[in-house]
């Protein structure tokens, strides 16, 4: 699966995440034909991993921009992650999940980016440019006003 522009959000830094996560997608679907199962778990982890900590860091964007919707945000976040370790343990048990993952993957992804991602990015953007406002008098530039130019 290729990205494509439209996948975008805007947020560079979100954006650069969720292509990392499109990469690790890919990238089980390419081993998995073919790659040990070591092999497939190592990327599974890696995947289960940096999606885990990417959710992460959403959330902490969200909420420090006061984001009203970040408990259900949170709450998609959550489910998905246990179903992510859910195909963890069922691969674990000997199972071959590959596939199915990457189906889940590739369309929960997609679809998260373009309806529940899509929606917080004007609360951020309102957000930020009142913090930067207000940051600009302290002269001092918080982690997250590094991802707005
Ligand atoms: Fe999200």
């Known amino acids: 699966m290729e990205w494509s522009e439209k ?5 560079d830094v979100i954006d650069n995440q969720h292509r990392q996560i499109l990469d690790y997608i890919n990238a089980l679907e390419k ?5 040990a199962r070591e092999q497939i778990k190592e990327v599974l982890d890696d995947l289960i991993d940096y999606t885990q900590s990417h959710f992460s860091f959403e959330e902490n964007l969200l909420s420090q921009v006061n984001y009203q919707y970040l408990p259900s945000h949170r709450g998609i976040h959550e489910l998905f992650v246990k179903r992510l370790n859910d195909c963890r343990q069922r691969f674990a048990n ?3 999940v590959e596939h199915d993952l990457y189906r889940l993957l590739s369309k929960w992804l997609i679809n998260h980016i373009q309806h529940d991602d899509q929606d917080y990015v ?8 009142h913090y930067l406002r ?6 001092g530039k918080s982690w997250f006003a590094r991802f707005f130019s």
Request: no cysteine; charged share 30%.
């Open 122 to 129: 004007d609360a951020v953007r309102d957000n930020m440019l």
């Open 31 to 35: 081993i998995r034909a073919t790659g």
């Open 7 to 11: 996948f975008n959000i805007g947020i």
């Open 94 to 96: 000997g199972e071959s």
């Open 134 to 139: 207000s940051q600009e008098q302290k002269k």
